[in-house]
């Protein structure tokens, strides 16, 4: 089941960005921006509206990514930390089997799925370097913990 929408915040004053155009592409997603809304240590936060090119292997082009979420939070001693997120099904985030048995279409998607995932996460980790943030990507692990 596809879990899509608009979100409208309790606290619109912390997101940076078209608050009226908050979309949500999964459960996880959503999970994600009520915690952000309501959690007193971010203090700011987006939702792709950070734009990170990168250069695709799949066609040796420059693309654009939006990382899903920027988010800014204030520790416990008043400092200030800033975090690109990705949220993505924990099964995105290894390599496919190196030699399937059979190379279906299934498992072609999933080899050009796994290289245009590190080419954008490899660009928003050095993006995130330049910008003195950190780059985390957040699966259901963290999102459904047990």
Known sequence: MTYKGKFKPK???KYKGDVKDIVYRSSWELKMMKYCDTTKSIVEWGSEEI??????????RYHRYF???????????SNIKKYVIEVKPKHQCSPPERNPKRRTGVWYNKVKTW?????KWKSATEFCLDHDMEFKILTED?????
Request: net charge positive; proline share 15%; charged share 20%.
């Open 115 to 119: 290289g245009i995932n590190k080419a």
């Open 67 to 77: 990382p899903d979420f920027y988010v800014k939070v204030r520790d416990k001693n």
């Open 142 to 146: 963290h999102l459904n913990p047990s």
């Open 11 to 13: 606290y619109p004053a």
């Open 51 to 60: 734009v990170i090119p990168y250069v695709s292997p799949w066609d040796g």
